[in-house]
């Protein structure tokens, strides 16, 4: 690769690249974190890191897995179908579906193939879009014990996100499905990258736009953040799943298992954990990152509070 992990390897910490199979089959590629010197005949707590959405297991996720493994975690990274090294073609669709099936995919290798896991002691850490995806893998899954997320976003607000009218969303619609007869006629559904396919050299490189996209390209298109696997986005008609599906519709379903929602200050995607943590049951937090924004909470290890979510999961996966 000519782009890998952003963040070297801890001297202390072993990565062993795996595979495993969810539940239709798909071969999905991951990374398994875990301290050098470990006990290998005693059962420790795992935790599975998700992605950000259109995202890979060498960006924020090796940061994160790098950092919790230090601290006596097995920790379990992957690229989500379609993507990364993970198996599905085409290349780059996007289900939300199986996103959260793949949570409880990795639930069932670290149950059985990692005899050093407790498989009693599991959580999952979603980041960015991962976050919603995770608490839709928990609801339904009750082998998941505690869920953090970090940044969140709820893609399948894709309503919400675009305060849609009624007559807007009926254009969207039929935009959407007329390109699947493109696509049919293709053989290809339309992906258009959002990211170049070479970084920018530094931040003051970025041509102007507004904030928000400025935001993405300061970590996905510079030498931070920028991973070939990762150019943004997914199939133009990836948008209808995420128009007909809801990540959160059974978030009151997770119960008796607690909920940490880590957010930036000035995040401009506070308001999903906003959302979500008043529709989550008890036990849960809102946990607020002072002066932080939404990538940092990617990767910015001065700004990720690890103190936090080491407590939160010692504390719960007991």
């Not at 989500?80 to 290798?109: C, I, K, T, W």
């Not at 599991?122 to 608490?135: A, E, N, P, Q, R």
């Not at 990152?289 to 936090?308: G, Q």
């Amino acid at each position: 690769m000519a782009y890998g992990y952003i963040q070297p390897l801890s001297e202390k910490v072993q990565r062993d690249h795996i595979n495993f199979y969810n539940r239709y089959s798909y071969k999905l590629a991951g990374d398994l974190y875990y301290a050098k010197n470990i006990d290998s005949k005693k059962q420790y707590p795992a935790l599975i890191v998700g992605a950000p959405y259109g995202g890979t297991k060498e960006q924020g996720p090796c940061v994160w897995a790098n950092e919790l493994a230090q601290r006596g975690f097995v920790v379990l990274t992957f690229d989500q179908v379609n993507m990364g090294e993970s198996s599905g073609e085409p290349r780059h669709v996007s289900s939300p579906d199986l996103f959260a099936e793949n949570f409880s995919a990795a639930v069932d290798y670290l149950g059985v193939q990692v005899p050093f896991v407790d498989r009693e002691k599991i959580g999952v850490i979603g980041i960015c879009g991962s976050g919603g995806f995770s608490l839709a893998a928990a609801a339904a899954d009750t082998r998941i014990k505690a869920i953090a997320t970090a940044s969140m976003y709820d893609m399948t607000d894709a309503r919400g996100m675009n305060n849609f009218s009624k007559e807007q969303l009926d254009k969207f619609k039929d935009k959407l499905t007329r390109q699947r007869w493109e696509d049919y006629a293709n053989e290809m559904p339309e992906y258009k990258p959002f990211f170049p396919n070479k970084p920018y050299a530094n931040v003051d490189a970025i041509p102007d736009m507004d904030p928000i996209t400025k935001e993405w390209f300061r970590f996905y298109a510079v030498p931070r953040g920028f991973h070939q696997n990762a150019r943004g986005g997914f199939t133009t008609t990836s948008d209808l799943s995420m128009l007909q599906w809801s990540n959160l519709t059974y978030i009151d379903e997770i119960t008796l298992r607690p909920i940490l929602f880590i957010v930036g200050d000035h995040a401009h995607s506070k308001a999903f954990s906003e959302r979500a943590y008043k529709l989550a049951n008890e036990p849960k937090e809102l946990y607020e990152v002072k002066d932080a924004e939404h990538i940092d909470l990617y990767d910015n290890s001065d700004k990720i509070p690890f103190d936090k979510v080491e407590d939160f999961f010692k504390s719960n996966l007991k």
